[in-house]
């Protein structure tokens, strides 16, 4: 962190993270200006919070001036901002440091870093797998969302004590991330349509999304949902320990003997990771399908990551769920 202090920083986009950044910087006696393209009566709530900023922040709306990115030491942009931008790239060839928030949150962390990704459930599955790690005495950070991005962890006073770092991760962080290199990454789903406005095709969406599994090496977890990634060459080949999860039996599917995981078998979650373990359900407190899958992920994760059978039974049966979720 200290290699930032009072240094001249650019904050490109003033969402939430956004003021997360400026907070972060701040506490390094930086000189921060903040740009955003859109005009300034469209950002009337967010100048109003930031006029209030002591230092005062530098402000430019409604365009992004080529000096600012220049005159800047680091330059960090939210998570919405397009990463090949010609301000970008033209502070990248001055020789600035050009980082999004995502990938200084991954520079300054030093700690185990369980990555969650998917089109959907990221969140629940974070949180799970994050609760079943308290319960097991670990200490713990969960993130990677403009509620709470990445960025948060540098921000803790008790950082050094953190056993693990949960962040979910969207295709949309992973636009030119680099040196990301998570020790267990779980993979939900991959969805049929993509961000348009992030992604030029298809093709661009899948091949951002699957990066992530080029980064694992025979000392890294893998965690894969066997109902709708089973027949995706990439996983089945990935350089890793892999383990499986279904909503179905193993042994009714006939592949019992060939994967390890976790699945659903004779009304309890089974999983032979490790060791045997078995699971009761019927006193879940979240209900629905989605939400049994989400359990199924987070098992895995955390019976590969050698949590106590006690722990992840807490967490089936006292989860509460993500607040403001059905």
């Not at 400026?22 to 006029?51: E, H, Q, S, W």
């Not at 002591?54 to 409604?62: D, Q, Y």
């Not at 030029?200 to 699957?210: P, R, V």
């Not at 999860?245 to 995981?261: C, D, N, P």
């Amino acid at each position: 962190m200290e290699r930032f202090r009072n240094k001249n920083i650019l904050i490109v986009g003033i969402g939430k993270t956004g003021f997360r950044l400026i907070n972060f910087f701040n506490r390094l006696d930086c000189n921060i200006r903040v740009t955003d393209i859109k005009p300034i009566f469209d950002l009337n709530k967010a100048v109003k919070k930031l006029r209030k900023i002591k230092p005062a922040v530098e402000m430019t709306f409604g365009e992004h001036l080529d000096d600012d990115f220049i005159n800047a030491d680091v330059v960090v942009y939210s998570g919405s901002v397009d990463p090949n931008m010609p301000q970008l790239e033209l502070a990248r060839r001055e020789g600035k440091e050009v980082y999004s928030e995502f990938a200084l949150g991954n520079k300054l962390c030093r700690k185990p870093i369980i990555a969650v990704c998917g089109s959907h459930g990221r969140t629940t599955v974070a949180h799970m797998i994050g609760f079943t790690l308290r319960q097991d005495g670990k200490n713990v950070f969960v993130g990677g969302t403009s509620e709470s991005p990445f960025i948060e962890y540098s921000m803790l006073p008790n950082k050094d004590e953190i056993d693990y770092v949960v962040v979910e991760v969207s295709a949309v962080q992973m636009r030119r991330l680099t040196d990301f290199h998570p020790k267990m990454v779980v993979f939900t789903d991959i969805a049929d349509t993509y961000p348009q406005g992030q992604f030029t095709s298809m093709g661009e969406y899948m091949e951002t999304k699957l990066s992530i599994i080029k980064t694992l090496s025979p000392d890294d977890t893998l965690i894969v949902n066997f109902d709708k990634l089973a027949n995706n060459s990439f996983f089945r080949n990935a350089n890793c320990q892999t383990y499986w999860y279904s909503r179905r039996s193993f042994v009714k599917l006939g592949v019992m003997e060939e994967i390890q995981g976790t699945h659903f078998h004779d009304r309890r979650i089974h999983s032979n990771i490790n060791y045997h373990s078995e699971f009761v359900v019927k006193k879940m407190r979240i209900i629905g399908q989605n939400n049994r899958e989400n359990l199924l992920a987070a098992i895995t994760a955390c019976k590969a990551l050698d949590l106590s059978d006690e722990a992840i039974q807490t967490c089936v049966t006292k989860f509460p769920g993500i607040p403001h979720r059905i």
